[in-house]
């Protein structure tokens, strides 16, 4: 049967064309998340079951507000936990910003702001070795020359006296040193000091 429409038959050999438009998909079904609907049944039978055991065995309804109490106390710490967890994440991705919130800049020594301030770790290291004799000649100096230029002043102070005089075990720390040249005498070396 031949129509107008007809296409020829194929030539032996020859394969037929063969139509590219895929067969039409059947309906879709709904798709459902099995292991999530489970999940979410375990936690609503996990609530729902000491409810309904508790009333079978016949106990107060108090033992469920305790049980609450209790859940909720846990989630309020777990979520402390992670809020301190994130806070510390945080921190971490973006160390140097907070770094320089924290750190005013009165309390970064000399060196850091002005690039003619040295460092003086040597001179820190010194101070550290000959600290116990400063703490001698300190008391010394107020004991022999202080207190008795303070009793000789006036005639009140004539019982004024040091009973401990103590400058710590701590040594200073000197976090910058700037030597000033210029317009300075040359038998002069001025030296400023930022001690700490």
């Known amino acids: 049967m031949s129509g107008a429409g007809a296409e020829p038959p194929a030539a032996p050999g020859v394969s037929p064309e063969v139509d590219t438009e895929p067969p039409p998909s059947p ?9 999530g609907l489970l999940s979410q049944f375990a936690r609503s039978f996990a609530l729902v079951f000491p409810i309904y055991l508790l009333g079978y065995l016949g106990l107060s ?28 994440l945080a921190f971490l991705q973006d160390e140097e910003r907070a770094v320089r ?13 002005f690039p003619d301030t040295e460092r003086a770790e040597w001179l820190n290291k010194t101070v550290k070795h000959m ?10 100096l107020f004991r022999e020359t202080i207190e008795p230029a303070v009793k000789g002043a006036n005639s009140h102070l004539s019982t004024f006296s040091f009973t401990k005089i103590d400058i710590g ?17 040359k038998r002069q070396i001025i030296l400023d000091l930022q001690i700490r």
């Open 101 to 113: 919130l924290t750190v005013s800049t009165g309390d970064l020594p000399a060196w850091v702001h």
């Open 61 to 88: 309804f108090s033992w469920v507000l305790v049980a609450l109490l209790c859940l909720f106390w846990v989630q309020r710490h777990r979520g402390g936990k992670s809020s301190r967890l994130g806070r510390a």
């Open 131 to 140: 600290w116990p004799f400063i703490c001698q000649f300190i008391e010394k």
């Open 27 to 35: 309906p879709s079904m709904l798709s459902v998340d099995v292991p």
């Open 169 to 185: 075990h701590q040594p200073i720390r000197i976090n910058g040193v700037k030597v000033y040249t210029e317009n300075v005498d």
